[in-house]
Each structure stands twice: as C-alpha cells, then as structure tokens.
C-alpha cells in the first residue's frame, strides 16, 4: 500500500533583525522539514514587495520593524490567504491581545520548542480563515486603552469572534472548555479554563469551582444550603466549591 505523501509548506520570514531570521532558518532547518523558506525580508515596504510575488503558506513576521509595525505591512496587502506567526519582544499588552485574538506568537529570543508547538497547531488548522482574528488583535493593540469587549475562540472546524458580555459562562472538561453563550449555542475550544480565567477576570468573570467560570452579571441568586451553588438567569445551576464560598459571598456583597 503506497503511503500518501506529505504536505510541504512554503514560509516567509519578515523582520528587521538579520539574527532573528538566521535563528528561525536554522531551527526550521533542524525541527520542520516539511518547511520551505521561500524568501526573507527586513521590514515593511521590502516585505509588501516580496508578499505581491510570492505566496507563502505560512508567515513569521516581526511586529515592530524600523519602518513600521507588522500591522503597516498587512494594511498593503488585498487578502491574507497563509497562516501568520508574529515575533515580538517581551511586551505585556502585546501578548495579552495576541491571547484575546487566540493568535500564536513567539517571544524573542525564540524558543525551539515554542516554535515546534507554533507549528504542530499551524499543521493542523492551516485551512480555517483567520482574518477575523488579525482585525481583533489588530484592533486591540491599537485601542488598549479600551476595555477588551471581543474574544476569538478558536474551535475545532472555525473561529469565532464572540462577544465577552454574551458569554454567560465557561465550563471545563479535561483540556477543553466550552463557552455557554446569551442565545443558547455553545463553543467547545480546546485550551484549559485558567487560561480563560486569565483573560476574563477582569471583564466580570468569577472562577467559583474548578470546572466553572461565570460571568457575574448572569448570577440571579446564591443559594448557601446542600452545599452552596449558583442559579443563573438562565437557570443553570452551578456549583460553589468549599474553598470559594467565602470569596463568593465577598464578591456577591460587592455588586
């Protein structure tokens, strides 16, 4: 029985520092063989100029170069048709929208085993449209002066931008966690609720059980007997775990 043959990809590495392009030509050289470099570039107008002959599969590409940001360079193009992994130094906001856009980045200097997981998940959603998820972080990074109100969850078959005060509450299972949303549908995505929790808490979410974060303005009442738990509006019942009670009524006080 013949074997089916394996997918190659085409890669372009676009950012201003000639070592961070030899560290990521080396490691792809090392751990990605089924990567091919397809051409390079130092910054925005020499990447814009490569991107309009050449067609890459996947694109590493730095977010602030000398003559502009990664975002200058995308604003040139008609379409985003290839997957992008952005490169950045270590910058708090930044990394905090690359999580509410559910993109994947890579902080220099870059990780080898960093870059194989970028990979690893590149291989294997490299067919979903993510061009939603570029105008989210896009507008993120330059409005973050404004309150976070859109999430990009990143399923199995799509990715969907939802809105944070329609997500009455998130439920774990495992590595996955699902999204209980304000018209009934639900979205399974498969990142653990810390990392959600870590993202939402500052939106009006509560972590009240380890396998329930809730968004606050959907609680209707706590119920302290047969072992405490939450009724929501939607009627949903949610467990309070023994360690949380205190904290829960503490929050629950404070609204």
């Given at each position: 029985m013949m074997q089916s043959k394996k997918e190659n990809y085409k890669a372009i590495i676009i950012d201003d520092n000639e070592q961070a392009r030899n560290t990521i030509k080396q490691d792809l050289a090392e751990y990605a063989e089924d990567i091919e470099i397809i051409g390079e570039a130092e910054g925005v107008v020499a990447g814009a100029k490569l991107l309009k002959n050449k067609q890459p599969d996947i694109l590493f590409?730095?977010?602030?170069?000398?003559?502009?940001?990664?975002?200058?360079?995308?604003?040139?193009?008609p379409s985003i048709p290839f997957k992008i992994i952005f490169i950045t130094a270590s910058d708090a906001h930044a990394i905090k929208a690359f999580r509410y856009a559910a993109i994947d980045y890579l902080l220099?200097?870059?990780?080898?085993d960093e870059l194989e997981q970028a990979l690893k998940k590149f291989r294997s959603t490299s067919k979903l449209n993510e061009a939603p998820k570029y105008e989210l972080l896009n507008d993120r990074l330059k409005n973050h002066d404004r309150p976070n109100e859109r999430l990009a969850l990143h399923s199995q078959d799509k990715i969907q931008i939802v809105a944070?005060?329609?997500?009455?509450?998130?439920?774990?299972?495992?590595?996955?966690?699902?999204?209980f949303m304000a018209n009934g549908t639900q979205v399974s995505v498969t990142k653990t609720l810390k990392d959600y929790e870590d993202?939402?808490?500052?939106?009006?979410?509560?972590?009240?059980?380890?396998?329930?974060?809730?968004?606050v303005k959907y609680i209707q009442e706590y119920v302290k007997v047969e072992g405490g738990h939450l009724v929501l509006k939607d009627r949903t019942i949610?467990?309070?775990?023994?360690?949380?009670?205190?904290e829960v009524v503490k929050m629950l006080d404070g609204l």
């Open positions: 590409l730095d977010i602030q170069m000398q003559d502009g940001s990664g975002f200058d360079l995308l604003d040139l193009l220099k200097p870059i990780d080898p944070i005060a329609e997500i009455i509450r998130c439920e774990s299972s495992g590595n996955y966690t699902t999204f993202l939402l808490v500052d939106a009006g979410f509560f972590r009240v059980h380890q396998s329930h974060l809730v968004n949610i467990p309070v775990s023994v360690r949380k009670k205190a």
